[in-house]
């Protein structure tokens, strides 16, 4: 009982509370802020860098897994299989630049609510 009592006076305490306002902020936040990067931010990025599209930008690792596929199956002494038509693989390297530049936004907007917390904050 006392486990459940200990939990219970922690999980009331005010800065239990913030956090989980903080929280439930923060994925909002985030979620503006994605919007903000991909529907504001990079269409035009995009269009000064030739009509690109960061969310499409991708490379085609397929032929790749088929010729390693084609080498296993050949040292293994095996037949060479024949390729079925399999999921294409993509390295989506597009929407890492995206993420990337929501986490600079995020990180910078957190930089900021620190510095200003800590500026309204007495020091002693």
């Known amino acids: 009982m006392a486990f459940f009592?200990?939990?219970?006076?922690f999980a009331?305490?005010?800065?239990v509370m913030?956090?989980?306002?903080?929280?439930?902020i923060g994925g909002a936040f985030g979620?503006?802020?994605s919007s903000l990067?991909?529907?504001i931010l990079m269409p035009p990025i995009g269009v000064l860098l030739?009509?690109?599209?960061?969310?499409?930008l991708r490379v085609d690792l397929t032929q790749l897994r088929d010729a390693t596929?084609?080498?296993?199956?050949?040292?293994?002494?095996?037949l060479i299989p024949t390729v079925t038509t399999a999921e294409p693989i993509y390295w989506n390297y597009g929407a890492f630049i995206q993420q990337c530049v929501d986490f600079v936004i995020l990180a910078f907007c957190v930089f900021m609510m620190v510095?200003?917390?800590?500026?309204l904050t007495p020091q002693t």
């Open 31 to 33: 979620k503006i802020v």
């Open 50 to 56: 030739g009509n690109t599209d960061f969310s499409r």
């Open 5 to 9: 009592k200990e939990f219970k006076t």
């Open 37 to 39: 990067v991909n529907d």
């Open 12 to 15: 009331l305490k005010g800065n």
């Open 18 to 24: 913030d956090m989980a306002v903080g929280v439930i």
């Open 115 to 119: 510095k200003l917390m800590n500026r």
């Open 69 to 78: 596929a084609r080498a296993t199956h050949s040292v293994a002494g095996d």
